[in-house]
């Protein structure tokens, strides 16, 4: 049992190798992109119907700090702008942060009504990238990689 299992482990590490080299990079780019279709196509719809979407800040999403003009303003801003940072690898994990407070707020502000596991699921991913980084197929990579090469490291 012993000398199978030290067969084994070398093999199980060097498939579990493989994996972090090549499905790792593919899984954070689809998380990337994941996040940004669910909250870019939020800021589309939020411009496509903004009477709607004021209306709505003033009754429904109401925010004890913010002004419902301005909440609105900024929800679909972060929504376009941050979503397309984070799609594109670019000071991601920093762009990630303005979601990631959007969807908590969602999820623990707004009240029950929006206490969902879809909200959950996207706190989890967006903690992944603010934790993780974008991966190798990124920006944020190509510029770190540029970096480290120009300074001889």
């Known amino acids: 049992m012993i000398s199978w299992l030290n067969r084994a482990v070398p093999q199980v590490g060097a498939l579990i190798g493989l994996l972090e080299q090549r499905l790792a990079p593919l899984a954070d780019l689809l998380v990337r992109l994941a996040l ?21 800040f003033h009754t429904d999403y109401q925010l004890p ?5 301005f909440a609105a303003v900024m929800a679909a801003s972060d929504e376009l702008l941050a979503s397309l ?3 594109i690898g670019l000071g991601a994990r920093l762009a990630a942060l303005p979601l990631l407070a959007q969807a908590l707020v969602i999820q623990y502000g707004l009240g029950p009504a ?4 879809e909200h959950l699921l996207w706190i989890v991913l967006l ?15 190509v510029i770190r990689r540029r970096l480290l090469e120009g300074n001889g490291l």
């Not at 940004?36 to 939020?46: H, M, P, R, T, V």
């Not at 929006?114 to 596991?117: D, L, M, N, Q, V």
């Open 85 to 87: 940072l984070v799609l």
């Open 114 to 117: 929006y206490h969902t596991s």
């Open 65 to 69: 700090l913010l002004p419902p003009d």
């Open 36 to 56: 940004f279709l669910i909250f870019f196509q939020a800021g589309i719809a939020k411009l496509g119907d903004w009477p709607g979407t004021l209306a709505l």
């Open 127 to 141: 903690l992944l990238l603010v934790s993780r980084g974008p991966g190798r197929i990124s920006l944020d990579h």
